[in-house]
């Protein structure tokens, strides 16, 4: 039986932790890529391949050929179990938005738990069931994209902490990276790899026992929801007194009786302008072809490229940084070049933790100034005594911070650009750490940018949206892939050339986020003025003129 949403409500600091927790050991631990890779290619899967084709002794591993078709293959079930890791959000958001995240999150643990049983079977006889490995990361990516999407709304239930809140569940989704760099040192220390796999998938199911006993069936309303404050607020306040369930039940009657819905000021004209208590005034396709929605795609499909080549092609690049291209190396060459892969793939797996210390930083930039606004919900009708400091608009507030956000996270990405083309292992640590840093934080600033702008039951769908295209575009990582491993035999420069130039496209949308602030300012600031009372618009204009603000307390 699911709890309600009222229990769930004072369960949330535990739902919060599990889900971080869990979001470290089951999403998005896929993109820890490199150290599977090493294990996978350790176990044999499609060694076959190699069979007469042996590319260099330097790839013998426990017994097993490898090869460049053998990466080839193994590389298509990487970008196949990205993409669903992505793409799977839009269905997952319009599911989510109709029948909440409780039966997802069943979903996606089962999902993740029967991944881990079919990548252990497959190890048992590689040379014939390695075909398992692309149903295997498949259901892993949609099992992990399942669990991460459900835990984005439970920051709903922490109120002005929200976008921090947020940011710590992206944080542990990026982080989880993390996981198949852990699961290669117990590897490396002789544990076997089915018996990691199996216990992995024992762990799965404990999620999905914590799904069925805390998350309500229910979605969680958000703040500004009338439900938050009817069935949440009120609710505990009643829970603490220990009262009846019959009594809780009279007071949220009550409540409902006395409580009205907030009166729309007039009827939005832009998607963007809309306050999000009145979502049924702005249709779905109004919000999808609105400029921010356009411009975010082009911004997310470029940096998921770009972060999603980097993890798929990055045990080969550092191969090149170590051989340069030598196409018969000595055996000392060879040796250097697997002991420098596995130490540097250990270490950007290490580091993806760097995500979960980083992204409460995007969520403070997200949050930064929000308890000086107005509130949303507040009685436009009440007058405020003149003696008041102007509050700050909420909506123009969310737009200066997500702009602010992006911009500093576009920086981020084309510095790691830069730094992706030097030539030397050891200035390639930099790159892991900004490669980090802009995962987590674009993937923050994207979530915090819709829900400042759009309703909040196009939240789900628009996201999902957001997602599958740019997954469908950082398809495009495979090609990539080939042509770098082939034509440009290893050198992954003109690629890195391309992508870095690419990056630039990236500041397109603050400066839309700008432009249109600077919109809503005017827009403010001549509504607020044709409201004030004539005897006092010369008074009021001259103070304003004095002090070089705007009545909305931002300065000309």
Request: glycine share 8%.
């Amino acid at each position: 039986m699911a709890p309600s949403l009222a229990r769930a409500y004072r369960r949330r600091w535990w739902m919060a932790v599990t889900a971080i927790v869990e979001n470290l050991l089951c999403s998005a631990v896929l993109l820890g890529w490199a150290s599977l890779l090493i294990m996978l290619k350790n176990e044999g899967f499609y060694s076959h391949l190699c069979t007469g084709n042996e590319t260099s002794a330097a790839n013998r591993t426990s017994g097993w050929r490898s090869c460049v078709e053998q990466e080839e293959m193994l590389n298509l079930g990487f970008t196949i179990g990205s993409f669903l890791l992505s793409a799977a959000t839009l269905p997952l958001g319009v599911l989510m938005d109709r029948f909440g995240p409780r039966p997802l999150r069943l979903l996606g643990s089962s999902c993740f738990a029967a991944s881990c049983a079919m990548i252990a079977t497959a190890a048992y006889n590689p040379e014939v069931l390695s075909v398992l490995i692309f149903l295997a990361v498949s259901f892993n990516g949609f099992g992990g994209i399942c669990l991460t999407f459900t835990s984005l709304t439970l920051p709903n239930m922490f109120g002005n902490v929200r976008s921090t809140i947020l940011s710590l569940m992206i944080g542990s989704y990026a982080s989880s990276a993390v996981t198949f760099p852990g699961v290669k040192l117990i590897y490396d220390v002789g544990v076997s790899f089915r018996v990691i796999m199996w216990a992995w998938s024992g762990l799965a199911c404990l999620v999905f026992l914590n799904c069925f006993l805390n998350w309500p069936a229910e979605s969680f309303p958000a703040p500004e929801d009338s439900r938050y404050t009817k069935k949440v607020k009120m609710s505990g306040v009643v829970t603490e007194d220990h009262v009846t369930g019959d009594r809780y039940i009279t007071h949220v009657t009550l409540l409902e009786d006395t409580m009205g819905p907030k009166q729309p000021e007039s009827a939005p004209t832009h998607p963007q302008s809309a306050p999000r208590g009145q979502s049924g005034s702005v249709p779905l396709c109004r919000s999808m072809c609105s400029p921010i929605f356009l411009w975010s795609l082009i911004t997310m499909a470029m940096t998921q490229l770009r972060l999603i080549f980097f993890m798929g092609a990055m045990n080969k690049m550092l191969e090149f940084l170590v051989t340069h291209g030598d196409p018969n190396p000595s055996e000392e060459m060879q040796q250097e070049v697997k002991e420098n892969v596995s130490f540097y793939s250990s270490i950007f797996g290490t580091m993806q933790l760097l995500c979960l210390l980083t992204c409460p930083l995007i969520g403070y930039i997200m949050d930064w100034r929000m308890k000086e606004c107005e509130e949303e919900n507040a009685n436009t009708q009440t007058e405020k005594s003149p003696s008041d400091p102007p509050k700050r608009d909420r909506t123009v507030q969310k737009l200066t911070n997500a702009m602010r956000a992006f911009t500093f996270t576009n920086i981020l990405l084309v510095v790691f650009g830069v730094i992706s083309l030097v030539d030397n292992l050891p200035v390639q640590m930099m790159s892991f750490v900004l490669h980090t840093i802009v995962r987590g934080f674009i993937h923050s600033c994207c979530g915090g940018l819709y829900a400042a702008v759009y309703p909040a039951n196009h939240f789900g769908t628009l996201t999902g949206m957001q997602s599958m295209i740019s997954a469908a575009f950082a398809l495009l990582q495979q090609p990539l892939f080939i042509l770098m491993v082939g034509h440009l035999r290893g050198d992954p420069y003109w690629i890195n050339v391309g992508l870095l130039a690419f990056s630039a496209t990236g500041f397109l949308l603050p400066g839309y986020l700008f432009y249109h602030r600077g919109n809503l300012i005017r827009a403010r600031a001549a509504r607020d003025k044709a409201n004030v009372p004539l005897s006092q618009l010369d008074g009021e204009t001259a103070k304003e003129a004095a002090n070089g603000s705007t009545p909305n307390g931002y300065s000309a």
